[in-house]
């Protein structure tokens, strides 16, 4: 039975390190978080964010624009955004109204500002091995291994999914550390080949039960951490079968309660780590 890798205790105890470093600081770092949408699920999962930031005494400001925005009035707002010496970090919320060009918005997100690494700039910093604030999840899915102690130098990851926010990023991430990435993806055929090779399993291509256990070597002890964030019958599954899984990997992150929470913790200490560079 698969250890349960808890993203839960692993964001309270980033929490716990931002509320220690935030009570010297005079002014509170502040996170802007751009909408544009009606998207329900989007709103309330904002809502979570400032909730946690308040919860560590910094400040997160909902800037609703509405799903009818139009682009100028769009990236209008990020330019102002850009230029206030009050915020500190600033995210776009995905999913956008349709229309919206969101790259062009990005790329107007200053660098130091990127807490969530969506500017261009920042993952071509990121791909060089630059400093550079890395896509939240993305973190989040090292600060998990880190967290449990598992190992990455010279062994073999396999990330499944290759979007620029998770997939692509994650690797070079674990290509910091030293691992043996192969990236797979919805070209790759016959997938389990390569799962099956992998000491560290990333599943992050958002399709409810992808992963089954026919894509796991029960005697590799696979660690497998499901970035999936999908929604069946109402209720939110990643993308593994997870009870599946669990009886023959090494070790699991569920969802919800994995990747999620610690995603949500690492906006709020870059923001912090982007005050400071800011003062």
């Known amino acids: ?24 600081l005079q002014t509170s770092p502040k996170l802007a978080i751009v909408l544009a949408t009606d998207n329900q699920s989007t709103l ?10 308040e919860g560590t005494g910094m400040e ?7 799903p009818n925005t139009d682009q100028n009035a769009f990236t209008d707002k990020i330019k102002a955004l850009a230029e206030d010496s009050e915020v500190n970090g600033i995210i776009i919320q995905t999913p956008v109204a349709d229309g919206l060009e969101i790259d062009e918005a990005r790329s107007l997100i200053p660098p130091g500002k990127d807490v969530d690494g969506a500017n261009q700039l920042s993952a071509g910093r990121l791909a060089s091995g630059l400093p550079a604030f890395a896509p939240a999840t993305a973190q989040a899915v ?3 291994l880190e967290n449990y102690d598992i190992p990455l130098s010279g062994r073999h990851a396999v990330v499944i999914g290759r ?49 089954t256990k026919e894509h796991i070597n029960p005697v590799k002890n696979t660690v497998v951490i499901d970035v999936g964030t999908n929604f069946k019958d109402g209720k939110m599954t990643g993308d593994t079968d997870f009870e599946g899984v669990r009886d023959l990997a090494g070790a ?9 929470p610690v995603t949500n913790a ?14």
């Open 1 to 24: 039975m698969a250890e349960i890798l808890d993203g839960r205790k692993v964001a309270e105890r980033i929490k716990a390190g931002l509320e220690e470093r935030l009570s010297g």
């Open 142 to 144: 090292m600060e998990i």
């Open 163 to 211: 979007s620029r926010v998770i997939g692509k990023p994650v690797s070079q991430l674990l290509l910091s550390k030293d691992a043996t990435v192969t990236v797979c993806h919805s070209r790759t055929v016959d997938i389990s080949l390569f799962t099956r090779q992998a000491d560290i399993l990333v599943a992050a291509a958002g399709k409810t039960g992808l992963v």
């Open 60 to 66: 997160a400001d909902i800037i609703d624009l509405g």
């Open 44 to 53: 309330a999962y904002v809502r979570m964010i400032r909730k946690t930031a």
């Open 266 to 279: 690492i906006l709020l200490r870059n923001t912090l780590e982007a005050y400071l560079k800011q003062k």
């Open 252 to 260: 699991i992150t569920p969802v919800p309660g994995g990747v999620g």
